[in-house]
């Protein structure tokens, strides 16, 4: 549904700007997984690395909202592509919270099952 939004808006308004939204939805969840990866969960405490990549996605979840209305604002896509990116950028990030609210916590769940 996301990536109807997001592919929509070029065809509507033949701009291509909006696609640049991309690279955030790749390099989002990027920083989470490597400090995952490197940190130890058996420390009740907050962690540094953890911390620092919190945000980092958090700054580029911001970034990916705030492109398209630079872009707007500069009159590089009209503000119904804006709204469209912005709609989809909602639903993608929803679900790659939810991802890894639902797969990211440390119960009894084994990748093995799938």
């Not at 790749?26 to 953890?50: G, H």
């Amino acid at each position: 549904i996301k990536l109807t939004f997001n592919f929509s808006s070029p065809f509507f308004f033949s701009q291509y700007w909006p696609l640049f939204v991309l690279f955030f939805y790749i390099l989002s969840p990027i920083p989470y997984c490597i400090a995952r990866r490197l940190v130890d969960d058996t420390d009740a405490t907050s962690n540094a690395c953890k911390e620092l990549a919190i945000f980092l996605t958090t700054g580029i979840v911001v970034s990916a909202f705030g492109l398209p209305i630079v872009f707007a604002r500069a009159e590089l896509i009209y503000w119904g592509a804006c709204a469209l990116v912005l709609t989809g950028n909602t639903v993608i990030f929803a679900t790659i919270l939810g991802f890894f609210l639902v797969f990211g916590s440390n119960d009894d769940f084994s990748w093995q099952q799938w």
